[in-house]
């Protein structure tokens, strides 16, 4: 071939080194070699020849031809240097050449093609007679031809051949690349060796390293990434992502999350510290706070960055920054809030203190603060103290003695108070202290206003040691000693003598004596004693006694019982008490009597009440029950019924009081959520676990979280349904098993009850039960409902969605929150002026009056029964709702589902009398129920009825329509 042709062909080559140079790396480039390529040939000489050329910007390079066409023995071999992989496991060739066409009538051994080889090794060990000039070892890659463009002589012709081949996997260090020629006459241009890689980069806070690209085209390497510094992993798995084999960056798995104090750069390469005014708590990807009201970002090292390990994630060199903003001067925050929420101040004294002093009783009344300090919780505290002199120098606290009305004198929510039983002629002084959430976070006392008063005159206390001293059959002596305060000279006492007859009981105080009374005398004197003469020989008369002030008269004494002797002969006592100790010890022997009597009756009651109440569980459960619902199909099992001395249930207007002293606060660590079960009104309801930190055993309960964001009567509201639910412990009501306020979120975590509310699951176990197992389940609802009846607690949401079930099918009532969110169905709710209700389950009088009272439970309890026996459908089915109220109204009734007894449809049409005077209680329900139950005879003798034309309450015997 003519060299200058040659030449040519080479300034018309051109490459685009910006395809390839951000994913690939050369090997090996012929273009890039600036002196001779020292490839090895064979035969030595007459066949391939290197040669020298210019590109297109006349820079010199280097190539090989060979031309040897007229030779029938034609072998002429070429390899290159050896050529290092540099850890590729797959390399490409890019391979530039040019041939001139056979002319089959001139030349008999012309070819068109000629062979690409590459031998591995790990190293260079290659000479002009090895690797052997042979097919193998070496391994063949292709058969090349030029296709179409060929070189016939003509210098403007472009007869430029390109072709890319892979080599792979490779399994050693390093190759060479041959090319065997049997007879063409050609030129080898250029020859180009790369592989493809993945450049490092740094994405959503991962850095990820440069990567050579896998062995095979499907390959995916994966790479795990580091965490920018001052960031974070979001999991124990952190970044990762995948290089394929084009070096191209695929599938990113894991995510980095800035640490505390820390947000994203908008290209999310870098986590930079908040800035001034601002801050950032907790890990993640978000921006960055305003600080909260009254405070400021803190350029103290942030206490999370330092907890973080270095060993897990790439934290250099510490960086501080505000992961909370501290409060500005004399600005405070409780334990209980979060930096998220503003700064506050305790709150300045009360203002426009005025009193009244009414003989021993002070009322004082006051303004509320002029600085609130930003907050609503604001509270008083009064103290007292007696003082010696009008100097107030010398005061001591008030006692004991001293009655404050409202009682607790340290938690003052109104802006009044009365203070009584003060001593007469006697200096206080009393201090009111504001007091709000941050006053203890201050440590400092808290600001307070003064008065000063002087009690006056008061009537005496009680008459003391009222005593007989002397009998006879017409009368008898009484003495006494004086009043324990007298405030002021006793000017006489008045004694009350009434006869007793036999059958009077022991009224014990004097406002039942003067509202019975029976002839009673009246007897004044100034001495401490008096004779009482003509009087009823062996009667026996109750005495009492009180003094007089100026003030007025003073209470009356404890009442004394004396007897007239029944003999004429006077006798002398000789103790002055004997008498008055002869009567209480006769007192005392009945009272005794009494007392065993009450104690006897009370065992043989509870001893036959456990009886019955064992042999009901043992005959309504198994003791090898299987957790599948088929084996436990005998019964519904019902714990024993629960018999306990109530107290009644509080309704707290602060509801953290409440729960501070009923509910069992909860470290958040040993709470771990799982799954979400549900929607409540404040929040999700999630399952989850509740760890025991003495023995470490853990159980499953149901937690109740509240929202982020929710308001303050949204947390009273929380609060205030897990303050109810400590009050309650009954085994048809739903355990409060603690809850969780020191910490954020607020967290209610109650028993965990696997078979959800009772709706679904009568829909899920439709005609599955028999009548006994439907009646047990009313049985046990009853019976909890009572237990809150007993309480004076009412319900106002009975229905069968607020029942749940648990694993061992026992029935709990549950949802005690005060606001409720009733059903999204237009149809279940009826706006009145006082809010929504669900009038499918509610009585008349509380849609009409908002009166909701036990009774009006029971009327929901009877919808209750009728869901049951139907199997969860819809009371009222579709009927609009101002349908229902009319048939209701005029005396229509649900009927009886289908297969309901009778004896249980007329308990339902009890319930749902319009008067609810004539409705039973739930104590009734109970006793009808236990009733059924144990003649179950009563079903069979009771034919099922699918109208209610036969079963009737006091009202009417009518029925709704489907």
Same mark, same amino acid.
């Given at each position: 071939m003519d060299f200058c042709v040659i030449i040519f062909l080479i300034s018309t080559i051109g490459i685009t080194s910006n395809q390839v140079a951000a994913k690939s790396e050369d090997l090996s480039n012929t273009r890039n070699e600036t002196t001779d390529l020292k490839w090895t040939a064979s035969p030595a000489r007459n066949g391939?020849?290197?040669?020298?050329?210019?590109?297109?910007?006349?820079?010199?390079?280097?190539?090989?031809?060979?031309?040897?066409?007229?030779? !029938?023995?034609?072998?002429?071999?070429?390899?290159?240097?050896?050529?290092?992989?540099?850890?590729?496991?797959?390399?490409?060739?890019?391979?530039?050449?040019?041939?001139?066409?056979?002319?089959?009538?001139?030349?008999?051994?012309?070819?068109?093609?000629?062979? /690409?080889?590459?031998?591995?090794?790990?190293?260079?060990?290659?000479?002009?007679?090895?690797?052997?000039?042979?097919?193998?070892?070496?391994?063949?890659?292709?058969?090349?031809?030029?296709?179409?463009?060929?070189?016939?002589?003509? &210098?403007?012709?472009?007869?430029?051949?390109?072709?890319?081949w892979t080599l792979g996997p490779l399994k050693k260090k390093g190759f060479y690349i041959a090319a065997h020629d049997k007879g063409a006459c050609m030129s080898l241009l250029s020859l180009r060796v790369y592989y493809y890689y993945c450049p490092e980069t740094t994405i959503s806070l991962a850095t990820f390293p440069k990567t050579v690209a896998g062995k095979n085209v499907a390959s995916l390497v994966t790479i795990q990434g580091e965490c920018v510094n001052n960031s974070k992993r979001a999991s124990a798995e952190g970044p990762r992502y995948h290089c394929n084999s084009n070096g191209e960056w695929r599938v990113r798995t894991g995510t980095c999350q800035c640490l505390p104090g820390f947000q994203a750069s908008e290209n999310m390469k870098t986590c930079q510290p908040c800035s001034d005014g601002k801050y950032k708590i907790g890990h993640g990807n978000h921006a960055c706070s305003t600080c909260p009201r009254n405070s400021i970002s803190s350029n103290t090292e942030s206490a999370s960055l330092r907890s973080v390990s270095s060993t897990i994630d790439r934290i250099e060199t510490p960086t501080y920054a505000p992961d909370f903003c501290k409060c500005l001067p004399g600005y405070f925050r409780t334990e209980s809030e979060d930096v998220r929420q503003p700064c506050t101040m305790p709150p300045s004294p009360p203002t426009n203190v005025k009193y009244i002093v009414n003989e021993t009783s002070a009322s004082i009344k006051w303004d509320e603060p002029s600085e609130l300090g930003d907050r609503v919780d604001v509270y008083y505290n009064i103290s007292c103290e007696k003082c010696s002199t009008d100097s107030y120098t010398k005061c001591t606290e008030c006692g004991s003695r001293v009655i404050f009305e409202p009682g607790n004198r340290r938690h003052i929510t109104t802006n009044h108070i009365r203070v009584h039983n003060l001593e007469a002629y006697t200096h206080y002084q009393f201090k009111i202290s504001s007091i709000n959430g941050v006053t203890a976070a201050s440590h400092a006392p808290a600001r307070y206003a003064l008065i000063q008063v002087m009690t006056n005159q008061a009537a005496p206390s009680e008459v003391l040691n009222v005593r007989t001293v002397e009998t006879s059959s017409s009368g008898f002596t009484v003495a006494w000693s004086l009043p324990k305060h007298p405030n002021g000279k006793v000017l006489g006492y008045e004694i009350l003598i009434r006869e007793k007859n036999s059958d009077d009981e022991d009224k014990g105080d004097l406002s039942a004596f003067l509202l019975e009374p029976n002839n009673p005398v009246l007897y004044e004197t100034q001495n401490r004693s008096i004779a009482i003469s003509d009087l009823k020989p062996g009667?026996?008369?109750?005495?009492?006694?009180?003094?007089?002030?100026?003030?007025?008269?003073?209470?009356?004494?404890?009442?004394?019982?004396?007897?007239?002797?029944?003999?004429?002969?006077?006798?002398?006592?000789?103790?002055?008490?004997?008498?008055?100790?002869?009567?209480?010890?006769?007192?005392?022997?009945?009272?005794?009597?009494?007392?065993?009597?009450?104690?006897?009756?009370?065992?043989?009651?509870?001893?036959?009440?456990?009886?019955?109440?064992?042999?009901?569980?043992?005959?309504?459960? &198994?003791?090898?029950?299987?957790?599948?619902?088929?084996?436990?199909?005998?019964?519904?099992?019902? /714990?024993?019924?629960?018999?306990?001395?109530?107290?009644?249930?509080?309704?707290?207007?602060?509801?953290?009081?409440?729960?501070?002293?009923?509910?069992?606060?909860?470290?958040?660590?040993?709470?771990?959520?799982?799954?979400?079960?549900?929607?409540?009104?404040?929040?999700?309801?999630?399952?989850? $676990?509740?760890?025991?930190?003495?023995?470490?055993?853990?159980?499953?309960?149901?937690?109740?979280?509240?929202?982020?964001?929710?308001?303050?009567?949204?947390?009273?509201?929380?609060?205030?349904?897990?303050?109810?639910?400590?009050?309650?412990?009954?085994?048809?009501?739903?355990?409060?098993?603690?809850?969780?306020? $020191?910490?954020? !979120?607020?967290?209610? /975590? #109650?028993?965990?009850?696997?078979?959800?509310a009772l709706n679904n699951f009568l829909k899920r176990h439709q005609g599955e039960l028999s009548i006994l197992q439907l009646t047990n389940i009313m049985h046990g609802i009853a019976h909890g409902m009572k237990y809150l009846s007993q309480m004076q607690y009412v319900h106002r949401d009975l229905a069968a969605r607020n029942i749940l079930v648990n694993s061992d099918l026992i029935c709990k009532v549950s949802d005690f929150g005060l606001s409720r969110t009733l059903e999204n169905d237009p149809h279940a709710t009826y706006t009145t002026q006082g809010g929504k209700i669900a009038l499918?389950?509610?009585?008349?009088?509380?849609?009409?009056?908002?009166?909701?009272?036990?009774?009006?439970?029971?009327?929901?309890?009877?919808?209750?029964?009728?869901?049951?026996?139907?199997?969860?459908?819809?009371?009222?089915?579709?009927?609009?709702?101002?349908?229902v109220l009319n048939s209701i109204d005029e005396g229509?009734?649900?009927?009886?589902?289908?297969?309901?007894?009778?004896? /249980?449809?007329?308990?339902?049409?009890?319930?749902?009398?319009?008067?609810?005077?004539?409705?039973?209680?739930?104590?009734?329900?109970?006793?009808?129920?236990?009733?059924?139950? #144990?003649?179950?005879?009563?079903? $069979?003798?009771?034919?099922?009825?699918?109208? &209610?034309?036969?079963?009737?309450?006091?009202?009417?015997?009518?029925?709704?329509?489907?």
């Open positions: 391939w020849e290197e040669l020298s050329g210019l590109d297109e910007n006349l820079r010199p390079i280097r190539f090989y031809q060979v031309c040897n066409r007229n030779d !029938p023995d034609v072998d002429n071999w070429v390899r290159t240097r050896f050529i290092p992989s540099q850890g590729a496991k797959r390399a490409y060739i890019d391979v530039e050449f040019s041939m001139m066409k056979c002319d089959s009538a001139k030349t008999k051994n012309c070819r068109e093609t000629f062979n /690409l080889y590459y031998y591995e090794n790990d190293k260079d060990v290659a000479s002009s007679t090895f690797p052997p000039w042979r097919e193998r070892p070496y391994i063949k890659i292709d058969t090349i031809a030029a296709g179409k463009r060929f070189i016939n002589g003509d &210098s403007n012709e472009k007869g430029i051949n390109r072709k890319t009667k026996n008369y109750e005495v009492q006694v009180r003094a007089e002030t100026a003030a007025g008269f003073g209470g009356y004494s404890h009442m004394m019982i004396t007897q007239t002797n029944k003999d004429t002969g006077p006798i002398t006592s000789n103790s002055p008490n004997s008498s008055r100790l002869a009567v209480l010890i006769g007192i005392g022997a009945s009272a005794g009597l009494l007392l065993a009597v009450i104690i006897t009756v009370y065992l043989l009651y509870n001893r036959r009440r456990k009886a019955h109440a064992s042999q009901r569980f043992e005959d309504g459960s &198994s003791e090898n029950k299987e957790d599948s619902f088929e084996d436990a199909r005998h019964l519904i099992v019902q /714990l024993p019924s629960y018999s306990s001395t109530q107290r009644l249930y509080v309704d707290y207007p602060d509801p953290q009081k409440g729960v501070r002293e009923y509910a069992c606060e909860i470290d958040q660590a040993f709470v771990e959520i799982e799954d979400t079960i549900g929607q409540g009104e404040f929040g999700e309801v999630y399952r989850g $676990k509740l760890g025991s930190p003495s023995s470490g055993n853990t159980e499953q309960v149901a937690i109740k979280r509240l929202k982020q964001g929710a308001s303050v009567k949204d947390q009273l509201n929380f609060l205030r349904e897990a303050c109810t639910m400590a009050q309650f412990d009954h085994p048809n009501v739903l355990v409060l098993k603690g809850v969780v306020t $020191k910490t954020r !979120p607020l967290m209610i /975590l #109650s028993e965990y009850m696997e078979n959800g499918r389950w509610t009585a008349p009088e509380c849609i009409r009056f908002r009166e909701f009272t036990s009774s009006s439970d029971v009327w929901s309890y009877g919808i209750v029964m009728w869901e049951v026996m139907s199997y969860g459908e819809k009371p009222y089915w579709n009927m609009p709702n101002p349908d229509y009734r649900l009927p009886a589902p289908y297969e309901c007894p009778s004896v /249980l449809h007329k308990i339902m049409i009890e319930c749902w009398a319009m008067e609810p005077k004539q409705r039973p209680t739930f104590e009734q329900l109970v006793q009808r129920l236990d009733e059924i139950m #144990s003649s179950p005879q009563l079903f $069979k003798d009771d034919s099922p009825t699918s109208e &209610s034309g036969d079963a009737s309450s006091n009202q009417s015997n009518k029925s709704v329509e489907d």
